[in-house]
């Protein structure tokens, strides 16, 4: 038995079988809507998401549209053996787009688009790989109610159900606006505060105030999902500390301009610590084990995007760059005593922030038998239909439930149709189900503007958007255009 560093301070289901709220696209803003449900870590269902005209380029996907602009995408399908089968058990097979509508066309229930692999962009990672490739056009890439947050990754689900399959117990790393285009989805859902009841397969060694999830053997991670100690986490920090140094080079050059010799003087200063950390950073990176599984390719060589306006009034403060590690020591610790974990279960084959109890529709008597701590889980349910989103906080675990829309639905854009109807009301496997999924970096702020921390992913973010800009900064700053003396000087 272990104990779990839990510093949760976010919402947590009030009594079994409690109910989740649900509010109107049209009646709540992104301020409202980040105030009353993201910062406080709640989920709830939003009513008539596609009346948001972000998401009217989906009304065009037909089956003979989806073929069109994305018929030959190559994806990696999850298939089972049969119906009664559970996805993620079975294995992973080839096929173009335009082969799995056929497979849906023709009536199989057998196959189920899921997560694909995410090519990088101009040498930055992007937001989201095939079939979304060719339909980037007919959504946005931050829908309106996700505010300030910055998305990690967008996905598509397509498949087809006509009793209902399972994904199976779990949590995710990340917040979550799940948008269901047609059918109809049963997410069961369990606050983080209640994982020692999840027996998930790995260990949980922290819950971060907002629910972000930290397995033991995991890089040190912060709130906000950033790894501080892994290769990849330390490639982020890099490119985003040569951004606070170029701007701390700019606002010297500035200040030598203006000729008042104490703020010039603050601002060597600033331009020491900011080179000192840089460098910190990259001794961090030589000395990090070469193995892990990731190139350090996340950016160009020289990536570093200038004049970003959603980072000017970030991290001008020098003490307030110097805290990259959260401090923890003021949050609310509660000892957790951890469920127990089978080493024969806990083995590589199952993702770690998955339950070996599987589903929750399993026998209960089975359930308090092997999973006793199970029984005093407290859950919520979310029925979603065509239309509505659900907001899924990061570490909130859920079983998800797909199957065709009920006969209250009206099939609208998401039906895969026929190969050779264009009508968007039609489609030939009545069982299909489709939806949309926004991912995002988990945010450990309070506030509205800024929801992170520190500047990091918003310049991410920034170097995804403004990439021509980044470029031009680029070429002036290898033609001499940026004083380059200034850090030599500070060192």
Sequence with gaps: MTTVKSNYTGFSVPEDNASIDRVNFADITPEQFYAQYIALRKPCIISG????TQLAGTKQWT???LREHAGSAELLVERRETTQGKFGDDEKVEMTFGELLNHLDSGSQNYYLTTQDIPFEDGIMGLFGNPMNGLSEDFPERPRLSGNLVPQQVNMWLGASKVGATS???HDFHDNIYVLLRGHKQFTLFSPDQHASMYVYGTIQDVHENGRIVYKGDPLTRPD??????KMGLTYRQRYQEYLLSKAEAELASAKDDGDKKCIAKKESELLLQTEKLEEIEDLLLTTADDEDFDGGLFDEDGVAFGDSDLENKDSDSERDSGDEADESESRSD?????TVDANENSGEHPKSFSQIGTVHRDKGSICDTFPLFTHAKRMVAELSTSDALYLPAGWFHEVTSQAASTLDTPISGSVGSKDSDDPLVTSNENVHT????????PDAP?????YSDGLWQYMWSLRQNTAVGEKRR?????GSVDTDTRKKAK
């Design 49 to 52: 998401t596609l009346d948001d």
């Design 435 to 442: 939806a949309l999924n926004y991912w995002f970096y988990p």
């Design 63 to 65: 089956g003979g549209y």
């Design 225 to 230: 999902g950033l790894e501080l100690d892994g």
């Design 447 to 451: 506030n509205y503007q800024s929801p």
């Design 475 to 479: 070429r002036e700053r290898e033609e």
């Design 335 to 339: 000892s957790v005593p951890e469920a």
């Design 168 to 170: 199976g117990l779990h």
